[in-house]
């Protein structure tokens, strides 16, 4: 009896001590306030914005993108360049630890191209990959304009 009851302290402490060691890892980014702009019926783009953070300790790149409901994503970027605003494709988006990142209309943003179909007050599904490593996905809605200001 008491051989078995030490096994059973034994076998307890080793199961709380492999729990331990198997707590989930905090996020290590954190996003909110995504959505896509409603286009037109015919329009062939659309563009998509959020607010991402980096909980991590280690630099995040999003290098790649995807959409459920979209052939293609590209990260770009508006600038004023000789008095005219201009849009132009960015490789990557480089986020150091601590900081954030806004993507907004008028800076950096999604280019969502070839929709399926953009029913207004429907959810897009958004992947974020750093290099083939998916790190975040989010389930944005499509709306005229930001439904959050």
């Given at each position: 009896?008491?051989l078995?009851?030490?096994?059973l302290?034994?076998t307890?402490?080793l199961?709380?001590?492999?729990?331990?060691?198997?707590?989930?890892?905090?996020?290590?980014?954190?996003?909110?306030?995504?959505?896509v702009?409603a286009?037109?019926?015919?329009?062939?783009?659309?563009a998509?914005?959020?607010?991402?953070?980096?909980?991590s300790d280690a630099?995040i790149?999003?290098?790649?993108?995807?959409a459920?409901?979209?052939?293609r994503?590209?990260?770009?970027e508006?600038?004023?360049?000789?008095?005219?605003?201009?849009?132009?494709?960015?490789?990557?988006?480089r986020?150091?630890p601590?900081?954030?990142?806004s993507l907004?209309?008028g800076?950096k943003h999604l280019?969502l191209?070839?929709?399926?179909?953009m029913p207004e007050?429907?959810?897009?599904t958004i992947?974020l990959y750093?290099?083939?490593?998916?790190i975040?996905?989010?389930?944005?809605?499509?709306?005229?304009s930001?439904?959050?200001?």
């Amino acid at each position: 009896m008491r051989l078995k009851n030490i096994l059973l302290a034994v076998t307890v402490a080793l199961s709380l001590v492999l729990l331990s060691a198997c707590k989930p890892e905090a996020a290590p980014i954190s996003i909110e306030k995504g959505w896509v702009r409603a286009a037109p019926p015919g329009a062939m783009a659309s563009a998509g914005y959020f607010e991402i953070v980096n909980r991590s300790d280690a630099t995040i790149e999003i290098t790649r993108v995807t959409a459920d409901q979209f052939a293609r994503v590209e990260i770009h970027e508006t600038s004023m360049v000789d008095g005219q605003m201009k849009m132009r494709p960015v490789a990557a988006l480089r986020i150091e630890p601590g900081q954030g990142l806004s993507l907004a209309p008028g800076g950096k943003h999604l280019m969502l191209f070839e929709p399926a179909e953009m029913p207004e007050d429907s959810d897009v599904t958004i992947t974020l990959y750093d290099g083939d490593r998916p790190i975040a996905e989010l389930d944005v809605p499509i709306a005229r304009s930001n439904p959050y200001e």
